[in-house]
Nanobody, 127 residues
Framework: QVQVVESGGGLVQAGGSLKLSCTASERSFSSEAMGWFRQFPGKDREFVAAQTWDSSSTSYEDSVKGRFTISGDNAKNTIYLQMNSLKPEDTAVYYC????????????????????WGQGTQVTVTP
């Protein structure tokens, strides 16, 4: 069982930045991709960004492209989400998850493609 722990959430003003971290307890065939998702109140979790551990493939949701950057530190089994130019509409609980790569080597973009999830970290952006 892979354990996933996020950190780094908090309160920030619009236009500010936050960096989220996510550490997986181990890496295996079933955890070759790491993804970030977020959940707005009353909504399902939605995709934000994902990357394979070998950094061969990354993927972003359109609304965060150019503002968010996903990166990883293989030695620490840790992946990061640098969030810049934050907007109030980015306010959500952010979740990290790990799962296998897709057959074409890309990380998944859907909840069901990830097996292990963290507990979530709150990000609040004030106007």
């Amino acid at each position: 069982q892979v354990q996933v722990v996020e950190s780094g959430g908090g309160l920030v003003q619009a236009g500010g930045s936050l960096k989220l971290s996510c550490t997986a307890s181990e890496r295996s065939f079933s955890s070759e991709a790491m993804g970030w998702f977020r959940q707005f109140p009353g909504k399902d979790r939605e995709f934000v960004a994902a990357q394979t551990w070998d950094s061969s493939s990354t993927s972003y949701e359109d609304s965060v492209k150019g503002r968010f950057t996903i990166s990883g530190d293989n030695a620490k089994n840790t992946i990061y989400l640098q969030m810049n130019s934050l907007k109030p509409e980015d306010t959500a609980v952010y979740y990290c998850a790990t799962g296998p790569k897709l057959r074409d080597g890309r990380p998944g973009r859907f909840n069901f493609e990830y097996f292990y999830w963290g507990q979530g970290t709150q990000v609040t952006v004030t106007p």
